[in-house]
């Protein structure tokens, strides 16, 4: 059974366990990684992630009325409002709570639900576990409603609330990949026209391991910010409305040192991820190597959003010769290391990274291996 048919079962055994009958409607989204273009979604450019082995499941019911009781298996805590509140409450419901309030815009019906939510992604890793959950509740209630919805428009709305309701200002990424990530491949997308392209992604001769710090690093989200504020004001300096539009040749206009770093990072990952897509295409992975170094550097250097941790597990990594490349992922602040590797190196590159960062951190890294999977599943049990 895939791991998403067994999230399903889960998510319906834990929903009648919770509230003793069958949910009324159950989707499981997947966990991503992002092969490159790091904190270019938000500035209009390229990203190519794949959606990867770990999921999210959600089985709901809809009630009469205006309650909503949340379980789940991840986060302590059950969640029993009597109607939807109208502002976050800092905890892991606002991801919930957020995309009914939208949806509750656009419908006169009363919003009230039932959830169980079970789920095998690791939280605060930087795969996007809560992009996961606001797709699939997203999916799960409209499907409950029997309302469809085209998923670039689901992905729109999702990150709406991310941005408003919970108040992380992030790109489209992690919700576009968790609906349309298909297996085998990678998705080019470009950010703006928001255009998808499958590329496809290695052979099993080569294998994609995550190396988690297991460090989240406190000014993760506040940070997050504020970089997307730099990289306005450098687009806003150059006259520009995104720095989609900003080569290389733009930088010594902007003033401010730290815009225009910022603004660096920006014009050459879009750059990697267009490289990157390429490599794949000709089906040449080694060609991945110089990419991914690369853009660590970036984001470690004119981005700053790696730390000693990740660059830690890149620099062990990049001394292995069964390693092709590897770079700090996701938002940054801790989180995962992203390895491309000979499949059969797997054990040796785990213990050496294993062995150095323990020498380093007195604790040790927590290793996935992953796949890439298909994007979302949902069924309306009615
Ligand atoms: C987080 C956000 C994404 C993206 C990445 C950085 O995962 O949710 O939208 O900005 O950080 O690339």
Request: glycine share 8%; hydrophobic share 45%; charged share 25%.
């Amino acid at each position: 059974m895939s791991g998403a048919h067994q999230l399903d079962e889960r998510a319906r055994a834990a929903f009648r366990q919770a509230f003793g009958y069958p949910p009324g409607a159950v989707a499981v989204a997947p966990a991503r990684i992002n092969i490159v273009g790091e904190h270019t979604d938000y500035n209009q450019g390229f990203v190519l992630p794949a959606a990867i082995d770990r999921h999210l499941g959600v089985a709901l019911r809809l009630r009469k009325d205006a309650r909503i009781i949340l379980r789940s298996d991840r986060y302590a805590a059950t969640v029993d409002l009597t109607e939807l509140p109208s502002r976050r409450q800092g905890n892991w419901a606002d991801y919930v709570v957020g995309v009914a309030d939208i949806l509750r815009q656009q419908s006169s019906a009363a919003m009230g639900f039932e959830a169980a939510i079970v789920s095998d992604i690791p939280v605060g890793s930087g795969l996007s576990s809560s992009g996961a959950l606001e797709v699939a509740v997203a999916v799960a209630l409209l499907a409950a409603r029997a309302e469809p919805m085209a998923p670039l428009q689901i992905a729109q709305l999702c990150q709406a609330s991310e941005n408003g309701f919970v108040g992380a200002r992030t790109g489209i990424m992690d919700q576009f990949t968790a609906l349309k990530a298909r297996g085998g491949n990678a998705i080019l997308l470009d950010c703006r026209s928001l255009e998808d392209d499958y590329v496809p992604l290695p052979d099993g001769r080569f294998a994609w391991l995550l190396a988690d710090t297991r460090i989240h690093h406190e000014l993760a989200s506040s940070a997050y910010n504020e970089r997307r504020a730099e990289c306005e004001a450098a687009a806003k300096a150059l006259g520009l409305a995104s720095l989609r539009d900003a080569s290389e040749g733009d930088l010594d206009r902007i003033e401010n040192p730290v815009e225009r770093s910022r603004a660096r990072h920006v014009i050459t990952e879009n750059a990697r991820v267009l490289q990157a897509a390429d490599a794949l295409r000709r089906r040449s992975p080694k060609g991945l190597g110089p990419i991914l170094y690369a853009s660590h550097e970036s984001l470690r250097l004119d981005f700053a959003v790696s730390c000693r941790e990740l660059d830690c597990l890149v620099e062990l990594a990049a001394g292995m010769p069964q390693v092709i490349g590897a770079r700090m992922m996701g938002g940054g602040f801790g989180g995962c290391a992203l390895v491309l590797l000979d499949a059969a190196g797997l054990d040796d590159v785990e213990q050496h990274l294993g062995q150095g960062y323990a020498d380093e951190f007195h604790r040790s890294p927590e290793f996935y291996r992953v796949r890439s999977v298909d994007g979302l599943m949902s069924e309306r049990t009615r």
